[in-house]
């Protein structure tokens, strides 16, 4: 049973770039939720979504980020016109649909900013 | 909102030994859970132990256990027989029972074990 799949593992990008990260949750998860790490920092919560519903996007920057997890496929976490300040680990988690299961992590993306 | 507060950024401890970790909380919701996640060099979140509030019967996993004080609004984290595979970043989380389902993260502690 795989668990939350991210990829890429590290990616690099120029400023002004576009970074798309995915993340396909474990099997029988409905639930993804996107969290920033800073370097040295605790993770951030970003946004939570269900399939074709942004259910809390209270975390996510006002600009240049989006998130979507269609009905087929992964989830996407997308940063346009990156900028040095997005240099981060994103990770992603998933959860079944019910409230009193944890999440489970995958091993994040890494994304560098040059 | 709720925070959550680890007040010791780095600990360390011989093997073998015992040691614990702080971390407390704030919140106005009574139904919540509460975890502890570890994050070796290798960046992976793995969840050690969990809590749900309404239990007073503090959680154990083998070497792990917590002190739960609901009304200090305390968590600790308890790691008896230190290994060097526990060298980690140690985050400790809190999750709404009802609602938002987002996990609010403390700032971690740096365990280090000694050989």
């Known amino acids: 049973n795989a668990g939350v799949m991210q990829n890429p593992r590290h990616l690099v990008r120029r400023r002004g770039q576009e970074a798309r990260l995915r993340c396909s949750p474990m099997?029988?998860?409905?639930?993804v939720y996107w969290y920033r790490q800073l370097p040295e920092e605790g993770l951030k919560f970003m946004v939570y979504?269900?399939?074709?519903?942004?259910?809390?996007e209270s975390g996510m920057p006002k600009e240049r980020f989006s998130a979507e997890f269609p009905k087929e496929g992964p989830s996407i976490l997308r940063i346009q016109q990156v900028v040095r300040g997005d240099s981060a680990a994103y990770f992603c988690a998933s959860s079944p649909p019910y409230s009193n299961q944890p999440q489970h992590f995958g091993d994040g993306t890494r994304l560098s900013i040059l | 909102a709720q925070t959550v507060t680890q007040s010791q950024p780095e600990m360390s401890v011989q093997e073998a030994e015992t040691v614990t970790l702080s971390c407390t909380y704030d919140t106005s919701e009574s139904d919540y859970y509460l975890f502890w996640y570890k994050q070796p060099p290798s960046r992976q979140m793995i969840l050690v132990i969990r809590?749900?509030?309404?239990?007073?019967q503090n959680a154990t996993e083998n070497r792990f256990s917590v002190n739960f004080q609901k009304a200090a609004k305390s968590f600790s984290l308890k790691i008896s027989d230190s290994q060097l595979g526990d060298a980690a970043m140690y985050f400790c989380a809190y999750r709404s029972a009802r609602g938002a389902q987002k996990l609010v993260f403390g700032q971690g502690t740096r365990l280090t074990i000694n050989p």
């Open positions: 099997k029988g998860h409905s639930h």
């Open positions: 809590q749900e509030a309404y239990k007073q």
């Open positions: 979504l269900q399939k074709e519903n942004i259910i809390d």
